[in-house]
């Protein structure tokens, strides 16, 4: 007999702000579905959390479809400019892209593309009526949140120093917008009213279009209009392995999902619930299958049609014991390993309705307000995600004309008999497959509910924001002698905040097997969940 799973008794969403939360409510209320939700929660969190995410930046959508029991990805990031080569850069004495800037901004954005896409195929009420929302909080206003108000402080230079930035975020007697205050984006409400009457082709295609790349052109940049005339996401077959009698299920690369994969693949080779979760034992385990994995990454990840990426091999179980055995050999000793420093700036949200559809999405601007740069008065802040690229000749990710960058989302999904039993995600750049792997193994390994397994104290190992040293970090309600015994071990020991945001904003959205919905937004986070 064929197994079936039980029907979904509800409808849910989590998102990390509010404000985006009961956006998608409040479609999902209105007869849309969960494609539906996600794109207007998508678009509200373009607006809400603009140190995030926008219009400007990239997006990536995993979703499973009820009639046709498939688990589908929409890879929503953007390729380089056609002028953007390695020369460019080389020839005026860099050694590097630079991280902020018109020159900073050279990968074109992805958002607008992926809504249109996931909407096109999927969605059910008119599209208008998905981007209406964001519209009304980027024209009327909303208040800065405390996560906002935290990056507009810590940012304030970069701010000050770009006009279109100032007028938004410094108020007219010369103050910073604090905690409370109205954000209003007038210049981002007409750019997404020309969304709305026009569809994607107005963002990619246009009169806007040509001013948009005129003005980064003035600046210095390199995306010109031909680059976003020739841009299109895709739909891909999202990758997964087994865990446990599980489907784990992550985005192929350029996105860094297999990096997951390949922990738990390691992982799998103990019996982790054995393991007390707040033990030193635990993060030891968790650091090394971290490092393990990310030299692989390291090694490999870029665009897959500039590079033969061997994911078969990547995610063999043998392949995977290989590197246990690695961890086991040196026990309790920790590997040396040097992370790549990388931005952390993203937004993850889940979504579930009453038909049993679910999408589990991630969009990011890469560092926190991008490239910091705004092409004239369209309130479009463009992402910086291109200058991750390498100039090395010799590297996967080095930069080519027209090619996707190692991305750091990674929307993800558990299958249980076929269907989702866990959409989970989170903010954090390099610490996106860390903080999944606290949260997922809480749920599946220790038996924790979502919002349990969420509220676990976390670390983080590797170098984000540019750090110069890679540490270990620890939440401090770790305990200082988990910490103490780490640093005996030969970690070099972080103690963070009790809930730090260091260590990601995570979302999740659990389905039970009678069919039972719940949900958990991030402390760390200004998220809710709603759900019914």
């Known amino acids: 007999m064929q197994n079936r799973m039980p029907k979904v008794y509800g409808a849910m969403v989590a998102t990390p702000h509010y404000l985006a939360s009961s956006v998608g409510a409040q479609v999902l209320r209105q007869g849309g579905n969960a494609f539906d939700a996600a794109v207007a929660i998508s678009a509200a969190l373009a607006v809400v959390y603009p140190h995030m995410t926008g219009l400007g930046g990239d997006a990536f959508f995993m979703s499973y479809h009820a009639d046709t029991r498939q688990f589908e990805g929409y890879n929503g990031s953007g390729r380089s400019a056609g002028l953007a080569r390695v020369e460019y850069y080389t020839s005026r004495g860099m050694t590097g892209i630079p991280k902020r800037g018109a020159e900073s901004a050279i990968t074109v954005p992805g958002m607008v593309d992926a809504w249109w896409s996931v909407w096109s195929r999927y969605g059910k009420l008119p599209w208008a009526d998905l981007l209406a929302p964001a519209i009304d909080y980027a024209e009327k206003g909303f208040p800065v949140s405390r996560h906002l108000r935290e990056w507009i402080v810590k940012d304030e230079g970069l701010i000050r120093a770009h006009p279109p930035l100032a007028r938004l ?15 209003l984006q007038p210049e981002l409400a007409a750019t997404l009213r020309l969304v709305q009457s026009g569809g994607r082709d107005a963002f990619y295609a246009s009169d806007f ?68 979760r707040h033990s030193a034992d635990f993060y030891h385990l968790a650091a090394e299958a971290v490092k393990k994995a990310f030299r692989e990454r390291d090694a490999v990840l870029t665009d897959p049609d500039y590079y033969a990426i061997p994911m078969g091999r990547l995610l063999s179980k043998d392949f995977a014991r290989g590197l246990w055995d690695e961890i086991a050999e040196a026990w309790p000793t920790p590997a040396p390993f040097l992370s790549n420093a990388m931005g952390q700036d993203t937004a993850y949200a889940a979504v579930v309705d009453e038909e049993g ?13 991008g490239a910091a740069y705004m092409p004239g008065d369209t309130g479009v802040l463009l992402q910086n995600r291109g200058s991750f690229f390498s100039l090395d000749p010799l590297s996967p990710n080095v930069l080519a004309p027209r090619k996707r960058s190692f991305h750091t989302l990674m929307p993800a999904m558990v299958a249980r008999g076929g269907k989702p039993c866990l959409l989970y995600g989170t903010q954090g750049g390099e610490g996106q497959p860390q903080t999944q792997l606290s949260v997922v193994t809480g749920v599946l390994d220790y038996g924790l509910t979502i919002q349990e397994a969420i509220g676990l104290p976390r670390w983080i190992y ?9 540490t270990l970090k620890l939440e401090s309600r770790c305990g200082e002698e988990t910490a103490e015994r780490l640093r005996a071990m030969g970690h070099q020991v972080e103690v963070l905040d009790a809930w730090d945001g260091r260590t990601g904003q995570s979302q999740g959205i659990a389905i039970g097997e009678d069919g039972v919905i719940s949900g958990a937004a991030d402390p760390r986070s200004d998220g809710s969940v709603i759900g019914w």
């Open 169 to 183: 975020y410094v108020t007219g007697d010369g103050e910073l917008l604090g905690e409370g205050e109205r954000l």
């Open 209 to 276: 279009t040509a001013r948009m790349a005129e003005e980064i052109e003035r600046a210095g940049g390199l995306l010109r209009a031909a680059d976003f005339h020739e841009h299109a996401g895709e739909w891909v077959t999202p990758l997964s392995v087994s865990y446990r009698g599980y489907e784990l299920y992550q985005m192929p690369p350029n996105s860094q999902g297999f990096s997951l994969l390949l922990m738990m693949n390691m992982l799998e080779n103990t019996e982790l619930s054995r393991v007390p």
């Open 357 to 369: 559809n679910a999408v589990s999405f991630i969009q990011s601007l890469y560092f926190d307000f």
């Open 462 to 470: 590797g170098r984000t924001w540019g750090e110069d040293s890679d």
